[in-house]
């Protein structure tokens, strides 16, 4: 009696699992911030339960190419360039954008491809401790990261360098297109390197510490470590910063289609959208968003379209996704060698 109940039990677990719309993300608090702000709502709503996959940026991009036509997840998250990469190689559905009514409010740097589309936004901007750095440096430019006195206290990601290769070529009078006009001014950066972060724990730890703090960051890194008492300050230099735009797209092949299109809308809706800027700080996507008059007032929180327009920098998310393997080889012969 008790192993049939049993059997039962784990029939409907599976069944359960079965019914379930399964996303791809990352792992850690990007997952918790998907399933807080916009699974537990999704639930709510339809009664449907949500499963997460999660792993590493590329590694999901190369479980997706492997699955092919049979997909692990209904929706996957991922950066708009890599997105790119999951368009270049079929496996995402074409929007129909009727489907998604908060589309109407999706502000023009969210709206990607007509295959992946923006759930959040943030910078990668200059975050540092100033009880650890020379008081008159106030990075008011980028060009403040070359001061001498910054000599081993500078670190930024080793899996993604397009920002800095970014403003180097700006502040040599090219762009991502023409980034090797920056490769001279890069390398003279290279004397003020401590380190380069692997993830985000690594980056969170290294200013935390004070090993590394001065950072080329994630801005949402920056304000959960404020929030854990690190004396951060978050600027915004004149020449802007450079914008991220994190994105959803429906995978190819998927039979929950109708669900996910659900799910993208709950996470597109202005409610949804005030409470994933709370929670993580970042920039909503919708022009409707009601965001707390401190959160607006946060660098690298884009609330207004003068914000989007004059504060970021924008590398074309094509470009970045081809240029990306690319950038990662110069940059590791060139810098971290």
């Known amino acids: ?112 491809s007509p295959y992946h589309i923006g759930s959040w936004a943030y910078v990668y901007t200059i975050g540092y401790r100033p009880d650890l750095v020379p008081a008159d440096i106030k990075f008011t430019s980028w060009n403040d990261l070359w001061n001498p006195a910054l000599k081993g206290k500078l670190s930024a990601p080793d899996f993604d360098p397009s920002h800095i290769i970014d403003v180097a070529a700006l502040l040599s009078g090219g762009d991502a297109a023409t980034w090797e006009k920056g490769e001279a001014k890069l390398k003279a950066l290279k004397p003020n390197f401590k380190a380069y972060y692997t993830n985000d724990a690594n980056s969170q730890q290294l200013i935390a510490t004070g090993e590394t ?8 890194n920056a304000y959960y470590m404020i929030g854990q008492g690190v004396p951060i300050k978050v600027v915004i230099p004149k020449e802007g910063a450079v914008l991220g735009v994190d994105t959803m797209g429906i995978m190819k092949g998927s039979t929950k289609a109708d669900l996910a299109y659900k799910f993208m809308n709950i ?21 409707n968003a009601k965001v707390s008059p401190e959160d607006a007032a946060l660098p690298g929180v884009f609330t207004t379209k003068a914000q989007w327009d004059t504060q970021a920098i924008v590398i074309d998310d094509k470009l970045r996704a081809e240029k990306t393997a690319e950038w990662r080889k110069w940059f590791t012969e060139n810098m971290m060698n």
């Open 1 to 112: 009696m008790s192993a049939g109940i049993l059997a039962g039990a784990m029939f409907a677990t599976a069944a359960h699992a079965e019914d379930a719309l399964v996303i791809s993300t990352w792992g850690g608090s990007f997952r918790d911030l998907i399933d807080e702000n916009i699974g537990k709502e999704f639930t709510r709503q339809t009664g449907v339960p949500v499963k997460y996959v999660t792993g590493g940026t590329i590694d999901r991009l190369n479980k997706a190419k492997l699955a092919g036509s049979k997909p692990e997840s209904d929706i996957t998250f991922t950066t708009s360039h890599i997105g790119w990469l999951y368009v270049n190689a079929g496996l995402y559905e074409k929007l129909d954008t009727s489907k998604i009514p908060n589309y109407a409010h999706l502000v023009d740097r969210a709206r990607i």
């Open 213 to 220: 703090p001065v950072q080329v960051m994630l801005s949402m």
């Open 267 to 287: 996470a597109l809706s202005p409610e949804v959208q005030a409470k994933i800027v709370a929670f993580k700080k970042a920039s909503p996507v919708v022009d």
